[in-house]
Nanobody, 127 residues
Framework: QVQLVESGGGLVQAGGSLRLSCAASGRPFSMYAMGWFRQDPGKEREFVAAISRSGSTTEYEDSVKARFTISRDNAKNTVYLQMNSLKPEDTAVYYC????????????????????WGQGTQVTVSS
C-alpha cells in the first residue's frame, strides 16, 4: 500500500505557473512509476504526465508538452508537476497516482494501470 497526498493547487491567471507536489508514504516510493491525471466534472479522467521509477523516462499528453514538466525526488518520496503557461482549459482537479511496475524505466498512460490515487487538488485558471 502507498498513500498519496497532493498539494499546490489553486487559482492562477492564464499564463501563470503552479507547481503541484504529491507526497507518498507507505511502501518504498522508488518501487512505483508515478502519473498525474486531471478530471473535469462530467468528464473522464485524463492522462497528463507520467514518470518512470528511475525518473529516466517521462511521457506527456500532447496538449501539455513543452508547458508541463514532471519530476520526482525518490529521496523525498515526492513527485512534482511544474505547470507553466497555464490556460483556462487546464482547469481541473489534478490527481497523482502510483503504479507498481517491475521495469524501472517503464511508464503507463492509462488510469487502470495505476493502483493507488491521491485525493486530488483543484487547479483553476482564469482568463
Amino acid at each position: 500500500q502507498v498513500q498519496l497526498v497532493e498539494s499546490g493547487g489553486g487559482l492562477v491567471q492564464a499564463g501563470g505557473s503552479l507547481r503541484l507536489s504529491c507526497a507518498a508514504s507507505g511502501r518504498p516510493f522508488s518501487m512505483y512509476a508515478m502519473g498525474w491525471f486531471r478530471q473535469d466534472p462530467g468528464k473522464e479522467r485524463e492522462f497528463v504526465a507520467a514518470i518512470s521509477r528511475s525518473g529516466s523516462t517521462t511521457e506527456y499528453e500532447d496538449s501539455v508538452k513543452a508547458r508541463f514538466t514532471i519530476s520526482r525526488d525518490n529521496a523525498k518520496n515526492t513527485v512534482y508537476l511544474q505547470m507553466n503557461s497555464l490556460k483556462p482549459e487546464d482547469t481541473a482537479v489534478y490527481y497523482c497516482a502510483a503504479a507498481f511496475l517491475p521495469i524501472v524505466t517503464s511508464v503507463r498512460r492509462g488510469p487502470r494501470d495505476y493502483g493507488f490515487w491521491g485525493q486530488g487538488t483543484q487547479v483553476t485558471v482564469s482568463s
